[in-house]
């Protein structure tokens, strides 16, 4: 690029200044301008150093070797006092390692050396791909909501009850001879109860329902398959439900004999299918 | 309709017509089912009603009739109301916007011949404005107390959860009490009172959760789902034909607050098998012990589920309770009654849900 040569230095742009001398040479207006500036400086009496003061001298006081002194000790028992205070017994106790600490320690060290072994660092290797392996498992079997616990042959998931249910298997019980009892005892309460029980084991020993202690008369109702069996069968826990939810312990040999018949009429239709098979 | 806890529950098989389907005994003994469909003998007189629940059957039949002139379907919804009408209980109603909670509400109100009063809980609602305030008198130089809205017998409270915690605990002594206590005098409120409230669901913004204390006080919780198909077609149909529905005026009284009392009263004297009672107290006592459950039901759900179960036996033609009412009962009982952990939660449980596995490690007394 080519050089500007219009450009001019800094001193072209200051403004002229006017001199006293105008004919006298520059070197020399600089001389006498340094001259006149030491001749400021040397009259000025503020800018001067100022004068040191007076030095005072050192007065060393005499030694007092006449007057009594007494040794001041802190009383022995106010010392013993202090010495039992927590704050000033300065021995660190030493910590003694629990039996329970001890037992951790060994066993670490006894883990250490084992994986210290050949066979130890591969189980060390493995295990851990391992453990990752079934977290990761266990992760996503949760995030499906998957009841892991009936892989391993459980039923449903049922919480602990806090208190004991009566259970009642109607598989266990001899039904006939219950009957007979209750029957011959005149408790015609009891025995509906008893015939509405042998009835839902026969349903369930033909497969016609499935027995759970859960579920309610109206469920088995549901279950049963459509034919003849449901009305009948719903006639029957009508009677049931009226006996003895209904609590009519009043019943007249009457009332039960209908009962009966009712039950045997149904147990007579339950066993009809069976013969035809 | 998703409003009971049961949706499959047959309502009358078989207690209100024992008398279909009969078959002769004769029939059924010849061994050939195809020749005897049913043994059904006539029902006798020890098998029917101690009780004559005549009368409570023709007026729950009139309500059902009076409700059903508007609203179509719900039926399960319109037995639960009565039944907790029937059990001297309040109601609330949960479900989205839009599928007829304050309506049917009303359409019970109105076909009761009682006082009926209704309040919208709006955020900025104070106590005073529902129980009433004491007001200066300056011709007596005293003060005079003028009842709030909750002065009638039916209250219709729409959408509870709109106000805050501090005006929704001015309903805790007259829900249970049916009374007010305003400058130490205490006022009662007539008879019968029933609180019918809706809410839509806490998700909803602008929402408030109703307090445990406040909620204990329902006898039901029910939630109001959106109509089946054939429902909705139904709505339409019956609101295109008449150009906007048949109108509230249709309905009409059929119950007086003196029939009510005297209902109430069959109701309270129903039989209950003693082990009945022991198994509600099982149901309830496994909320408390249940490890999905923060917070079981109290005492209180006890009651209600043994009233619940008395009034619903007799609505069904029964002058004793059954298993299945308890059962039928349980989750509208015990549903706002209960709190979930927050894994149960986190896991999508519900409360219904819990309530079914409870009902499911009982046994039923049989």
Redesign the interface.
């Known amino acids: 690029m080519k050089a500007n040569t219009n450009a001019c230095s800094l001193t072209d742009l200051r403004p002229p200044v006017p001199s006293v001398f105008p004919s006298v040479p520059a070197y020399l207006r600089y001389l006498l301008r340094l001259l006149t500036l030491g001749w400021l400086l040397a009259a000025t009496p503020a800018l001067a150093a100022p004068e040191p003061a007076a030095v005072q001298p050192v007065r060393h006081l005499p030694a007092d070797r006449a007057s009594n002194v007494t040794l001041r000790k802190p009383a022995p028992a106010r010392l013993r006092e202090f010495r039992e205070q927590r704050e000033f017994q300065y021995v660190a106790v030493k910590s003694e390692k629990s039996a329970w600490d001890l037992l951790m320690m060994r066993f670490w060290r006894w883990l250490g050396e084992l994986l210290e072994t050949p066979s130890g660092k591969i189980i060390w290797k493995y295990g851990i791909y391992a453990a990752l392996l079934a977290a990761f498992i266990f992760v996503v079997l949760k995030l499906m909501q998957v009841d892991i616990t009936r892989a391993f042959g459980r039923g449903t998931r049922r919480a602990p009850l806090s208190y004991d249910v009566d259970s009642e298997d109607i598989h266990a019980l001899d039904f006939s001879t219950l009957l007979r009892e209750a029957e011959s005892a005149g408790n015609y309460r009891l025995a509906v109860r008893l015939g509405y029980l042998e009835v839902l084991k026969q349903l369930t020993d033909q497969g016609l329902i499935r027995w759970q202690p859960d579920k309610t008369n109206h469920d088995y109702l549901y279950e049963l398959p459509p034919g003849p069996l449901p009305p009948a069968f719903r006639e029957l826990t009508r009677q049931f439900d009226f006996v003895w939810y209904g609590e009519h312990d009043d019943l007249t040999p009457t009332h039960y004999a209908q009962a009966r018949a009712t039950r045997e009429a149904f147990q007579h239709l339950l066993a009809a299918p069976r013969r035809a098979a | 309709m998703e409003n009971t806890p049961d949706s499959?529950?047959?309502n009358s098989?078989?207690?209100t017509n024992?008398s279909?389907?009969p078959?002769s005994?004769e029939a059924?003994?010849t061994?050939?089912?195809t020749e005897?469909?049913?043994?059904?003998?006539a029902?006798?007189?020890?098998?029917?009603s101690?009780t004559d629940l005549s009368h409570l059957s023709r007026h729950a039949e009139a309500i059902r009739q009076e409700l059903g002139k508007v609203i179509v379907g719900q039926q399960s919804l319109a037995e639960l109301l009565l039944t907790a009408l029937l059990a001297d209980g309040h109601v609330l109603l949960e479900g989205v916007p839009g599928v007829a909670k304050t309506l049917t509400a009303k359409l019970l109100a109105r076909t009761l011949d009682v006082p009926f009063s209704r309040l919208q809980f709006t955020p900025d609602l104070m106590p005073s404005d529902v129980l009433g305030t004491s007001v200066f008198q300056p011709n007596k130089a005293d003060f005079e107390f003028r009842p709030g809205p909750i002065f009638a017998s039916i209250v219709l409270i729409d959408e509870i959860n709109r106000a805050p915690a501090k005006t929704q605990s001015a309903l805790f002594e007259v829900m249970e009490e049916r009374q007010v206590t305003q400058d130490g005098t205490r006022y009662t409120v007539p008879e019968p009172f029933v609180v019918l409230a809706t809410q839509n669901p806490i998700e909803q913004e602008g929402t408030y959760r109703l307090p445990e204390a406040q909620l204990d006080r329902f006898l039901f919780k029910l939630n109001v789902g959106y109509p089946t198909v054939e429902e909705e077609i139904g709505i339409l149909q019956g609101h295109h034909a008449g150009f906007g529905g048949t109108p509230l005026e249709a309905v009409r009284t059929v119950l007086t607050a003196n029939d009510l009392r005297g209902l109430r009263e069959q109701v309270r004297r129903q039989?209950v098998?003693p082990k009945?009672l022991e198994y509600i107290a099982?149901i309830v006592?496994?909320t408390?012990?249940?490890?999905?459950l923060y917070l079981g039901a109290s005492p209180r759900a006890s009651l209600a589920l043994l009233n619940g179960a008395k009034a619903l036996a007799a609505l069904r033609g029964?002058?004793?309770?059954?298993?299945?009412d308890i059962?039928y009962l349980a989750a509208p009982v015990l549903r706002h009654r209960i709190q979930l952990t927050p894994e149960r939660e986190m896991?999508?449980s519900t409360a219904d849900d819990i309530v079914k596995?409870i009902?499911?490690?009982?046994?039923?007394p049989?």
């Open positions: 499959q529950q047959d098989p078989l207690y024992p279909t389907e078959v005994p059924a003994t061994g050939d089912p005897a469909p049913a043994v059904e003998p029902p006798t007189e020890a098998f029917t101690r039989h098998e009945l099982r006592g496994q408390r012990a249940h490890k999905g029964r002058d004793f309770v059954t298993p299945e059962h896991e999508g596995q009902l499911q490690q009982i046994e039923v049989r």
